[in-house]
Structure formats: C-alpha cells, structure tokens
C-alpha cells in the first residue's frame, strides 16, 4: 500500500493481446466452442463436487477429451480476467490516493456510533419495560376473563338447576294426579308461577301439557349437561352434585311415566313431545326398553308364551311362521302408530330404532325362552323352514324403514348382528353336506346298477344308471328351495362341483383298471364295478355322462342363473364359466369309454384271431392246397356284430356307433395284420432254414436239387389261404358298412399276402 501512495502514477503495463474473434456460421450466429455435454454452469452450483462430476462424465466421454475441455475453459476464465482488470486498470490505480489518512477518519466516526449505540439500548431497555408491563396487564386481564366465565357458567348453572327444580315440582308424579278441577282450569287458562302452563287451549289435554313441560325440562337437562362438562372438577359443581341426579331421576320417572301413559292411549301428540324430551337426554335407550316392556312384551308373550303348551301330536312346536305371522299382525296393530311417529321427517326423531332395539329384541327373547329348539340345526327341515321365515320377519321389518339409510342403521344394530348369529348355517350346510355327498358315495361305492325299464318305453334322453340318477337329484337338491341358503350358495356351488368330480373320478378310476386289468384284487374300491362290467352296461355309462353333460349346460345351468338373478353379471358369469367346465370334465370322459368299449370287442375278436396259427400246421411238409376260407374267418367281426345288434345300442347316438364302429375294425385289422405278418415272417425263416439244411445234404449225397425247384412252397401256401381268409374278412367288413380298402391296416395285410398279380387292386 505505502509502494502505491508514493508512486501514484506509475505507467501502466502494456496492454494483452485482443481475443482472437468468436468464429460464426453461415448468418452469423457465433457457433458454440463446447461440445454439448460440457455445461460450464455446472461449476456455480453450490453443490458441485468434481468427483461426481467426473464419474458422471466418464461413462460417456473419454477422459482425454474431458481434460482437453477443462483446459481450454480454464484459459477462456484467464483471459476474461485480464480483460476485466485492463478495462478498469485506472480505477484501481487511483485507488491508493483516496486510501490517504483512513484510520484518523474511521476514529472520528466512532465515537458517535458508540454514543448513538448506548442512546439505542437505553431506548430498548425502556420499550422491554412497558411490554414486560403490557403482557402482564393482558395476562391478568385473560385471567379475569377466564373467572368471570367461570363465574358466569357456575351462575348459568346455578341457574338452570333451579329452573329444572322448580319446574320439576309443577309436574305431578303421574297424569292421573290431575283433577278434574285441575283439567277444568287448565281448560280456561291457568297460570303457573314460570308461564309454562299459560293459555292452555281447549283442545289440549293434561297429558299434551305435561309432556311439553317435560320436553322443555329435558331441554334444560341437556343444557345443564353442557355447563357441567365445561366445569369438571370444581367445587361449586360437586356440591350441587346431589340436586342435579335428584332432579335426573325425578326427570326420568316424570317422563317414563307420561311416555307410558301416552303409549297405552294412544296418545300422538304426548308420544312425539316425550320422545323429543328423550332425543334431548340422549337417553334414546330407555324410551325404547320402555316401549319393548309395557307394549311389545305383552303382545309377544301372548304369542310364544315362556311355557309353550304341549305339542300336538305330528306338529312341531320349534316352528316359527305362523308365530311371525301374528307378530306382523301385531306390529301392524299395535306397534304402527309409535313407527310412524318417529320417522316423521325433519322431527329429529330418527336417533330412535324401535324395530330393532324394541320389537326384534323382544322376539329374540321370546324365542330364546319360549322355542329354543328353533335355532338349533339338528333338524334342517325344520330349522331351513325357521330361517327363511325369520328373513322373511326381517324384510317386513325394513319395510318401516324410511330410507335407505335407516335400513343400514337397522342392519347395523347389535341385537341384529346378535339375531343373525343365532342361525349356524355353518353347521346346517355341513349336515346337507354330509347327506347329500353321502348319498351319492353310498350309490358310487357298488356295482353300476341300471334303472328298471318297465314294458317297451324307451327314452333315449332318461339316465340308464342308479348312480346317474343320484348325481343328477344330489345336483338339484343343492339348489332346491327345500335346501338352499342363498347367503352360502357358493358353499352349495362348491359342493355341485365335488359332486360332479366325485362322479368324473369313479367313471374315470373305474376306465383305468379296466384298462389295466389289474383284477378286483389290485383295483381301488370305485374300481371294482368296471372291472366285473359287461361291455354292454358301458353303454349306459357313455349314454348317461352324454345326457349329465347337456343338463348341465343346459336346464341346470340355467336354473341356477335363476336363482342367482339378484348378484352382480361378474358373480353370475364366474358360476356360469364354472359349471360349463364341470360339464366339460365330464364330456372328457366319453372318448375314454369309447376306447375301453373297443378295446374289450377287439380282445373277443383277437382270441378268435389266435385260430390263425393253425393255418402253418395245415399246410407244412404237404401238398395240399388252400381251396376256401378258414373257418375262423367268420369268428372275427362276430362279437361286433353281437354288440351292434343288442337292444342298448339305442342309447348310443348315430355319431357314436360310427366311431366305435369305424375304431373296432380299425383296431381289429390292425391286430390281424400283425399276427398274419408275424405267420408269414416266421414261415419264410423256418423255410429258409430248411432249404439251407436241405441244399447241404444234398451237396453230401451229390443229389440234384432240380426237382424240387417245380414244388409250391409252404410259404406260398400259408400265403394263398391267408390272401382267401381276408377276402373273405374285407367282404364281411362291407356286410358291417366298412369299405376295407379304406383302412390302412387291411391294405397292408393285403400287401403282405396278395399274388403279385393282384396287389395293385383289391378286389374280394
């Protein structure tokens, strides 16, 4: 600083050179020198750090070009500096001349700073005096509000205590304390000491009056109820605690007693002014125990007496409709009046639910001490029957409902939930389930048994087998109204789709151990009926899941929907789609009894086949040459045509017979193809056998062989009466409607033993 004052004027160091000029585009823009991932606003942001910087940058710029760039930003600052301090290079030259005698200055202007300092703390000091002052005037000033509304709610309450005692004593005990003088008086217009009883009209009885004043008492009651829940714990209060349950209980008997009154005369006006005195109390629970015990109890007792009668011989005494029925008519005679007085609009009235804690607590007791037996579901006729009528008492009930959510609150009660959990329909649903699942494993656990068919009818669309028929009536029991509870008819759905598997799972046991022939001794015990089966009983079994497939989509499906009208599209969509695939599982099983079908014809028709081997014995080491057919020939499609033509193959549609036509000689030719090719393989190797040992003895003995070059061999011979057996087996197949060269076995078979002549056509 003393080199700058004693040298003020000190030339000035050569200017730098000038920027070279920002390089533009084609209309002048300057073009960017950075690359447009290099932000160099990044480095003002007051949480840059050059590590994440860095690690950000990398993993898409190569560090070399990183730096390149840092560089050239770190001279582009430099120069801007040198720029910036040669454009104000005189200013800060000339500073030095005014920095001449800066400390005698700064002494000079301290000392009124520290004087204005103190000035200002004095004054500080005085201004936290008056508001320390200020906020203790405010503070005492809320204390003295706070007394005095202390005060004024204990006068208040002192007040309305005496109010509320002094109207207590206009009031006589009961209305029958009224004289006929007092009625009289009361006529023309009497005045009482609070105005209350002034100018009463004409047409205003004693009980209407008492009851207005008993409605402007509860009024005061509720507001004394506010005073003292502002003024817990105070002296005053707690002194006066004795007078206020004193002129609580005079109130309560006072209005218990003119509520009563009014309900036993009818009385409209008395009734509607006592249960707005009760709404006021919030004491809602008494005026309906009220109403449950002097009216609702007398008529519900004269019903379903605590001590039932004896019961009539063949009569239950546990049932309930007729019960309800004369309950309905009850409530409609004696109870309708009090309903519709407390669901009058705007009146205030609906904190009041006397159908649930007045009218269906009564019948809930009375059941419970009268008919006990009515809940239990020991029985399910009897306790289904008691449970459709009790929702049936419930919906009658919410028809006094004025609203919907009244008919909410109503379902929201406790005595409600407390009604419904007497019904265990758990435990009823599992009785069904035990009956009617049982039923149908009884019927499964034997031999199919056909259904008696009497004389010549025939329906081709009736279930043949007992076993059918007890699926079909176990289904329908589910969803009869004899049976089923509608809140669990997804338990009762679920039990449709056991039953229905159930069934699937002894057809389809009962196929696989006919299939493996495993015998009664190796087989599950739902087996046993397909082992010991005739083929023809599987007719009736392939009939029967044809016709429980087609109800199901059919009438049962939808009579079930019926049922199910009131639950949402979804709901009824997921039930559809559910028994659909039931019937389905159930169609899945036809192709698997059509294949046992078959199989047992073609073992009857193959131990026919086994003849075949004869024909080797027959023609080996002679001379003698095939003329006609074998005898077994014959034999072969015989147990078709004996199953084709019994009477229960009505019961298989046109469709079916042409399968199991068209599958057994398919499979029967088959069969005979491979034991003819076997014949014939084996004939060929026995006798090239022999003509090797032959052809060897010769050489020894020197014989010549040329005579029996003329000779037919055995093959040939086996050949020639194997091409007449199939002949004569392609022309019984046509007898049957089967045209043989359309089966592929066959035009093997005849391949192998055809002339070569007659290979190209076939021709029988």
């Not at 969803?479 to 338990?491: A, E, Q, R």
């Amino acid at each position: 600083m003393a080199d700058l004052v004693a040298s003020p004027l000190r030339p000035p160091p050569p200017p730098l050179p000038p920027h070279p000029p920002t390089a533009t585009d084609l209309f002048g823009d300057p073009i960017e020198s950075h690359p447009p991932w290099f932000k160099a606003e990044a480095f003002l942001r007051p949480d840059f750090s050059p590590e994440s910087y860095v690690a950000e940058l990398r993993s898409f710029v190569p560090l070399e070009s990183l730096a390149a760039e840092l560089r050239a930003h770190a001279d582009a600052l430099q120069a801007e500096l040198v720029d910036l301090i040669n454009r104000d290079y005189a200013d800060f030259v000339s500073l030095s001349t005014r920095l001449v005698d800066v400390d005698a200055a700064a002494a000079r202007m301290r000392a009124p700073l520290a004087e204005f300092r103190g000035k200002v703390a004095a004054f500080r000091a005085a201004v936290d005096a008056v508001l320390a002052d200020l906020r203790g005037g405010l503070r005492r000033r809320a204390e003295a509000a706070a007394a005095r509304e202390v005060l004024e709610l204990l006068l208040d309450t002192f007040h309305v205590v005496s109010k509320v005692e002094k109207l207590i004593k206009e009031l006589p005990s009961t209305p029958s304390d009224f004289s006929t003088a007092d009625l009289n008086s009361a006529s023309k217009g009497s005045v009482s000491n609070d105005g209350v009883l002034q100018n009463v009209e004409s047409g205003t009885n004693i009980r209407e009056t008492q009851s207005i004043l008993l409605e402007r008492i509860a009024s005061e009651m509720n507001r004394l109820k506010f005073y003292i829940s502002h003024s817990q714990n105070l002296p005053f209060i707690e002194n006066m605690e004795k007078r206020i349950q004193s002129a609580t209980l005079s109130l309560d008997s006072s209005l218990g007693s003119c509520f009563v009154d009014g309900l036993e005369h009818r009385d409209a006006n008395a009734i509607y002014n006592c249960l707005r005195a009760y709404a006021a109390i919030d004491n809602t629970s008494a005026a309906e125990e009220l109403f449950r015990t002097t009216i609702v109890s007398t008529l519900i007792q004269k019903i379903i007496p605590v001590s039932p009668t004896p019961v009539v011989t063949g009569v239950s005494s546990d049932l309930l409709e007729e019960d309800y029925q004369k309950i309905k008519q009850c409530v409609e005679k004696d109870c309708k009046f009090l309903l519709e007085i407390s669901s009058l609009a705007n009146s205030g009235l609906h904190v009041f639910d006397f159908l649930a804690n007045s009218i269906l607590k009564e019948v809930l007791l009375a059941i419970q001490k009268g008919k006990p037996g009515a809940f239990s579901p020991g029985r399910p006729t009897e306790f289904l029957k008691n449970y459709k009528s009790s929702l049936a008492f419930l919906d009658f009930l919410e028809g006094y409902c004025p609203s919907k959510s009244a008919v909410t609150r109503f379902r929201s009660e406790a005595i409600y939930t407390d009604f419904m959990r007497q019904w265990n329909v758990g435990v009823y649903f599992s009785l069904r389930f035990q009956e009617i699942a049982g039923g149908l494993d009884s019927a499964l656990s034997g031999n199919i048994v056909p259904v008696e068919i009497h004389g010549n009818e025939e329906n081709t669309q009736t279930l043949m087998l007992k076993q059918s028929g007890k699926l079909m009536e176990s289904l329908r029991l589910c969803w009869s109204d004899d049976i089923l509870v509608f809140s669990h008819c997804d338990k009762f759905l679920r039990l449709s789709l056991q039953l229905i598997s159930r069934y699937s799972t002894w057809i389809s046991s009962g196929l696989a151990a006919r299939k493996a022939r495993g015998g009664s001794a190796n087989s599950a015990p739902d087996a046993e009926w397909a082992v010991s089966a005739p083929v023809e009983d599987l007719i009736f079994v392939m009939h029967d899941v044809r016709i429980l497939a087609s109800e199901l989509s059919g009438d049962y499906l939808g009579h079930v929907l019926q049922l199910l009208d009131s639950c949402s599209a979804e709901v009824r969509d997921l039930v559809k789609q559910s028994i659909l695939q039931a019937g389905k599982s159930l169609e899945e099983l036809l192709p698997s009894i059509m294949e046992v079908m078959i199989e047992v014809i073609v073992e009857k028709s193959v131990e026919d086949l086994r003849q075949l081997k004869g024909i080797t014995a027959t023609y080996r080491m002679t001379n003698k040459l095939p003329v006609r057919h074998s005898p077994y020939v014959s034999g072969i499609l015989r147990p078709l045509k004996v199953f084709l033509d019994g009477e229960r193959v009505s019961y298989l549609t046109k469709e079916a017979t042409n399968d199991l036509l068209r599958g057994a000689t398919e499979r029967i030719t088959s069969r005979y193809y491979e034991m003819a090719s076997d014949l014939v393989n084996v004939a060929k190797k026995t006798e090239s056998s022999l003509l090797r040992l032959r052809q060897g003895a010769q050489r020894r003995v020197g014989a010549s062989s040329d005579a029996s070059d003329n000779n037919i061999s055995d093959t040939e011979k086996i050949c020639m009466q194997l091409f007449l057996d199939i002949q004569e087996y392609g022309r019984n197949l046509a007898a049957i409607g089967i045209r043989a060269a359309d089966i592929p076995a066959y035009r093997s078979l005849w391949q192998c033993v055809a002339p070569e002549d007659k290979q190209a056509n076939i021709v029988f």
